[in-house]
């Protein structure tokens, strides 16, 4: 019999593998990836276009483009083709960063061909009907106006410009009035350009085979990428210095801060230490700026930093709300936190726990069938091998303390850092 009183004994896996998707190849040999994986029925179609915002010659052009591929085709309605989905029980995603647009159908496996009809429709024969456009645009123009009027969301946009620059493909923002710039044929031919020209990575997932990729790759045979890498278009060299940026907002009851620094994407070598010293920065509930800001000092209910990667860039960010009397003081503790981590050594205990809590996380994000995929997808956004998983996850289970103050001596000195701030002094 079990005995309750005494703790099961715990231990870290020794490693994390994930399956690598296989190829079907075209007759002009162009790839589509696929993974059987899962027990249910369920089959899953992600197509990962080169259009993202920063490609695109008018701002708000990427998202309006993928905000209305489901608002009408040559053959359907928008209000055909939800109810069509609906009844085959079908779902289609769609999602834009600054480097994709992500389209993903989901469906049961006996009605995966009507699903096909229908998201092939999507992707190759939008209308952009102007008068959809138009709709969808004021719509847009409300939502963003609203949402400027948040601390934090202005906070967000201005944080990104300031370390990018605002004509920067990763600094840039929009204003509601560039919504009347924008017209249906700027869709059309972004769409055009990015979508039908350039074409998708295809990855085939769930309950498949060799045949039904085969029937995906001919249905989708316009839009299969010839080269699954994408071309570097991002000018790092010449970024803006760091600095410091009030916004007076008189309405405010909290200001919003944002502080970081250009770094790096997925691929550099210090990846993957960075993830571990930012976990410990504030990357979790017990992490040292929460401790100190919130738990010690009380100014704000959470404050947190990430390592964020985009495929050409990445960025450290810590990112809070406090009350406007304590902002100031906010942003020093932060800076002493820092310099914590830059002249003392992470002890074993906290950075047991940390990597503790780092691989939970890994293995949270990998659990279902789906969730793999989705880990795949980006390891090709980054251009990085399936094996990067497992490379990542023995780096933080070996790094060192001696490592991190390398690390934090090398990437978290304050004068590198921007600060913005989006309040009521």
Request: contains cysteine; negative net charge.
């Amino acid at each position: 019999m079990v005995n309750r009183a005494i703790q099961p004994e715990f231990s870290l896996p020794s490693t994390i593998e994930i399956p690598s998707p296989q190829k079907h190849l075209t007759a002009d040999k162009r790839e589509v990836l696929w993974l059987k994986i899962g027990t249910q029925d369920i089959v899953r179609i992600t197509l990962q276009f080169p259009a993202g915002t920063k490609y695109q010659q008018k701002m708000l052009q990427a998202s309006s483009t993928i905000g209305l591929l489901s608002d009408g085709t040559k053959s359907y309605s928008a209000q055909e083709l939800a109810e069509k989905l609906d009844f085959y029980g079908s779902h289609i995603d769609y999602s834009i960063d600054r480097d994709h647009a992500v389209i993903s159908a989901f469906c049961l496996e006996k009605y995966l061909y009507q699903t096909l009809e229908l998201l092939k429709e999507i992707v190759i024969y939008p209308a952009f009907d102007a008068d959809e456009f138009e709709t969808y645009r004021q719509k847009r123009k409300t939502t963003m106006a609203i949402e400027k009027a948040k601390v934090m969301y202005q906070a967000r946009e201005q944080f990104a410009a300031t370390l990018y620059g605002k004509d920067h493909p990763y600094g840039s923002f929009a204003e509601p009035e560039d919504y009347d710039a924008l017209s249906a044929d700027d869709l059309k031919a972004f769409h055009r350009e990015r979508y039908l020209e350039q074409g998708a990575l295809i990855f085939v997932s769930g309950m498949v085979n060799e045949d039904v990729v085969a029937n995906v790759a001919r249905e989708f045979d316009a839009v299969i990428r010839r080269n699954a890498t994408d071309t570097p278009i991002v000018n790092l060299s010449d970024l803006p210095v760091p600095h410091k940026i009030y916004f007076q907002k008189d309405d405010a009851v909290q200001s919003a801060v944002r502080m970081g620094r250009v770094l790096f994407a997925r691929n550099h070598p210090d990846y993957s230490g960075m993830q571990v010293l930012a976990t410990i920065f504030g990357g979790y509930f017990g992490s040292r700026l929460m401790s100190n800001i919130r738990e010690e000092k009380g100014y704000t209910y959470g404050i947190f930093s990430s390592l964020v990667s985009m495929q050409e860039s990445g960025y450290l960010t810590i990112s809070t709300e406090v009350g406007s009397e304590v902002t100031s003081a906010t942003i020093e503790e932060v800076v002493k936190e820092m310099e914590r981590l830059r002249t003392e050594k992470v002890g074993e205990e906290e950075l047991s726990l940390v990597v503790n809590y780092m691989v939970g996380e890994m293995l949270r994000m990998l659990d279902g069938p789906f969730s793999i995929v989705d880990a795949i997808l980006e390891l090709y956004q980054s251009g990085l091998p399936v094996n990067f998983i497992s490379r990542h996850f023995e780096r933080v289970k070996s790094i060192t303390s001696e490592e991190l103050l390398e690390l934090a001596q090398k990437y978290l000195d304050p004068k590198d850092y921007s600060e913005i701030v989006v309040g009521n002094r």
